[in-house]
T-cell receptor, first 114, second 113 residues
Framework: NAGVTQTPKFQVLKTGQSMTLQCAQD?????MSWYRQDPGMGLRLIHY???????DQGEVPNGYNVSRSTTEDFPLRLLSAAPSQTSVYFC?????????????FGPGTRLTVL | LAKTTQPISMDSYEGQEVNITCSHN???????ITWYQQFPSQGPRFIIQ???TKVTNEVASLFIPADRKSSTLSLPRVSLSDTAVYYC??????????????FGKGTKLSVKP
């Protein structure tokens, strides 16, 4: 199993550009999430999904869109990049095991917006 | 969602036991307590999760008092490779009230030789 994969690893954008961060998992997990981590900070939840076709907002959803058309994939779209979106983005997935919840994280995408 | 408070940093020496305490005064009945470890330039990694009393695995122990308003992660005999940031999370697992866990700023543990 590859676990949780993210592409690209690094990305530089100009203000106003749009792009999609890819996330895929091969563990058949129902739940997937996107977090951002700014320097010296913890992770903040952007959006999450509890299954294909179901998404919801987290703590910092503004400026980001998500969709979940398959169990495996959960892309994060930046609509119009801003310097404030410079961050490291982590995708995570987990399975529902009746209360036990271990999230598996991807390696992250380091995004710089100029 | 329950907020957590942990020390910003801790220092230790190799071979010592490290205890990191997390406060979560407004923990809800359905909430679980979960700890993650994060190395620089990597995603967090699950360490341990519990609901009450004591949980132990091959890596750590988690102590939760009866009132569940705090918890303590115990790392036995730390090594240099345990230098990392440790996050305490409190929340309902997916399928619960909101389905997500909140990361705070974590505790930066530095292990010295």
């Amino acid at each position: 199993n590859a676990g949780v994969t993210q592409t690209p690893k690094f990305q530089v954008l100009k203000t106003g550009q749009s792009m999609t961060l890819q996330c895929a998992q091969d563990m058949n997990h129902e739940y997937m999430s996107w977090y951002r981590q700014d320097p010296g900070m913890g992770l903040r939840l952007i959006h999450y999904s509890v299954g294909a076709g179901i998404t919801d907002q987290g703590e910092v959803p503004n400026g980001y869109n998500v969709s979940r058309s398959t169990t495996e994939d959960f892309p994060l779209r930046l609509l119009s990049a801003a310097p404030s979106q410079t961050s490291v983005y982590f995708c995570a997935s987990s399975a529902d095991r009746g209360g036990f919840n271990e999230q598996f994280f991807g390696p992250g995408t380091r995004l710089t917006v100029l | 969602l329950a907020k957590t408070t942990q020390p910003i940093s801790m220092d230790s020496y190799e071979g010592q036991e490290v205890n990191i305490t997390c406060s979560h005064n407004n923990i809800a009945t359905n909430d679980y307590i979960t700890w993650y470890q994060q190395f620089p330039s990597q995603g967090p990694r699950f360490i341990i999760q519990g609901y009450k009393t004591k949980v132990t695995n091959e890596v750590a122990s988690l102590f939760i008092p009866a009132d569940r308003k705090s918890s303590t992660l115990s790392l036995p005999r730390v090594s240099l490779s345990d230098t990392a940031v440790y996050y305490c999370l409190v929340g309902a697992p997916y399928g619960g009230s909101q389905g997500n866990l909140i990361f705070g700023k974590g505790t930066k543990l530095s292990v010295k030789p």
